[in-house]
């Protein structure tokens, strides 16, 4: 059962709330995030015994103790092979891993990649605040060029990693992104990532107060934010600005902004998420600040086959086949080699045989 398809439970946000005191900073991104997910999955009417969160080390990765799911707190990186091992185990489990930039893409990296081709279905957020929190202010996988911060006091010299971009590159059949102070929207990105059969990633930008305060002031300022986002919607032209006035179109192979009132409004990309082309999204994805607006929203959403489903198939084919096996049948098929000590140098060897 997924949390899309459950009915009603009756629970409520408050319901999704443990006694544990909430321990990040004021200020910090991932107390909305914590909110916006308690809301969603009361709201989504999932039970909470069939709600998996885990996650790895880091800020965001204290999620388990304020999510009242089942959870684990996994290590540093590890929080994917983990939730691959629940979501395989009983693939009627809703499984959640919350992770953050560092804890995902540098130790985990590796682990993110290989969970997103398999297509396992989790629903992964990745909150980005690129920088390292919970050690105190160190640049993270995700920090721009030049990011002066504790270990880098002359600015990073790392080119840094762009998360969409790294999904849509390892097969990625949902992804999308929002950021933490656009509440409605955000609600409405992790409702569209509960309700998909597959990965579903999700990349929050997600404000650190204390070491990288207004990081996304750019997207988050009232005041500004709709000249520098462009919500993406299926089979709609990517328009934004104060006015409307501004659009995208490509340029040859590459986006570029144009003004609405010196271009036909055809000539604009007509965003399709559900296309078997990824192309598109990634360069939607390649979109920056300051020179492109951010693409907030849906990149792809579309279907194959599961890890989990294809897992099940595969077992329940042995078990038509061989019947249901015993584990010490399995511990004594094949070749075994019965080993014993060395003998005495007064005695005869003993040979070992292989039956």
Not at 255 to 263: F, Q, R, T
Request: aromatic share 8%.
């Amino acid at each position: 059962m997924t949390a899309a398809s459950a009915k009603s439970s009756g629970l409520t946000a408050k319901d999704f709330k443990t006694d544990q005191q909430v321990k990040w900073c004021p200020g910090c991104g991932d107390h909305s995030a914590l909110i916006q997910l308690q809301k969603v999955l009361a709201s989504l009417g999932v039970k909470k015994e069939n709600t998996v969160c885990v996650s790895g080390i880091g800020c965001s990765s204290r999620f388990p103790y304020y999510l009242d799911t089942y959870g684990f707190h996994g290590i540093h990186g590890r929080a994917l092979p983990i939730a691959t091992g629940v979501k395989c185990a009983n693939p009627d489990l809703d499984v959640w891993v919350i992770t953050g930039d560092g804890d995902a893409l540098s130790i985990g990296g590796n682990h993110f990649l290989h969970a997103i081709r398999r297509n396992v279905g989790l629903k992964v957020i990745l909150l980005n605040n690129r920088i390292y929190g919970l050690t105190k202010g160190q640049y993270s996988p995700t920090s721009e060029f030049g990011t002066r911060t504790k270990s880098s006091p002359m600015g990073a010299i790392d080119h840094p990693i762009h998360p969409i971009s790294v999904a849509i590159g390892s097969e990625i059949t949902f992804v999308a992104r929002s950021v933490d102070n656009d509440v409605q929207h955000l609600q409405y990105v992790l409702r569209r990532a509960a309700a998909h059969k597959g990965t579903a990633f999700v990349e929050i930008y997600q404000n650190c107060q204390v070491y990288n305060a207004g990081a996304f002031s750019y997207l988050t300022d009232r005041q500004t934010k709709s000249e520098h986002v462009v919500y993406l919607e299926h089979a709609k032209p990517l328009i934004f600005g104060k006015k409307r006035d501004k659009g995208i179109r490509l340029r040859g192979e590459l986006p570029e902004v144009v003004e609405l009132n010196k271009v036909s409004e055809d000539e604009l990309v007509i965003h399709d998420e559900k296309t078997a082309d990824p192309s598109m999204a990634f360069r939607l994805a390649r979109m920056h600040h300051p020179e492109h607006p951010v693409p907030l929203g849906v990149f792809l959403a579309c279907e194959k086959a599961t890890y989990e489903d294809l897992l099940m198939g595969q077992i329940e084919t042995a078990r038509e086949k061989k019947g249901i096996g015993r584990l010490e049948q399995l511990f004594r098929a094949g070749d075994i080699w019965e080993v014993q000590a060395e003998p005495a140098p007064d005695e005869e060897p003993i040979e070992t045989s292989a039956s």
